[in-house]
């Protein structure tokens, strides 16, 4: 099967969900977006989307594949399972390839409804930020059966720099992605919580920054993260209701567990703090924003 004639829908064209989608365009492949915002379909169909509209229902039955980068397990299974719902239109065969940062409970649910339509689910959360999304090079933590796999090859051709396959379990990949949620929210925190600190020390924030970047205490969050601290730009690329859902979603895997985590139980409160002041929907850098006592920059300030 040639590009062409491989169609698949994006469906959530949020940062990751447009950067995927425009990566699949330039795939050659036959692409279908799908997203509640007007603006973010009239984009994409400029960027060369094969048509574009608020419901996938419409085209189903002309879908290869469907990849869903909607923002949580009820959305997922509001597109699929819901009112109008999208699984039981398509065809037989085909293959869902879940993104959205989900439980691995959620995950195995989803895939036994898709199972028993006769699709084909690969439970394959995604990482990279909106700049290696829209580059093609995002990391996907998949699981799921070979033929899974194989039927998503060309979109994970087109979307991935990196495929990790963890194996054939659904829930595995959910489970990667959710320690890797660990350690993004808890690395934010943490550089909110420096910079804090050298606010409140009278340190200039951009030296700090660049400090910090050019030594050992770096992390890829804190670099991308913190420069919008410094440059005083709440944008929402990830925002901190994000991290309040992600870290939750970290929480509740270790209370199943039994497994205490104390960093990211302490990284959770932060982040609920500043969802709770009135920050959730601004850049999830924004938690820096509990921190009283300190001025920080202001944009064009």
Known sequence: MTNKSYSVAVIGLGAMGMGAAQSCVKAGLTTYGVDLNMTALEK???????????????????????VLLVVNAAQVNAVLFGENGLAEKLNKGTAVMVSSTISAQDAKEISQ????????MLDAPVSGGAAKAA????????SGSKQAFDKLQPVLDAVAGKVYNIGEEIGLGATVKIIHQLLAGVHIAAGAEAMALAAKAGIPLDLMYDVVTNAAGNSWMFENRMKHVVEGDYSPLSMVDIFVKDLGLVNDTAKSLRFPLHLASTAYSMFTEASNAGYGKEDDSAVIKIFSGIKLPKKGA
């Open 135 to 142: 580059s093609g090079e995002m990391t996907v933590m998949a």
């Open 44 to 66: 994409l169909k400029e960027d060369g989307a094969y048509a574009v509209g608020q419901s996938a229902v419409d085209f189903a039955s002309d879908l290869d594949a469907v």
């Open 113 to 120: 409804k898709l199972t028993s339509l006769e699709l084909l």
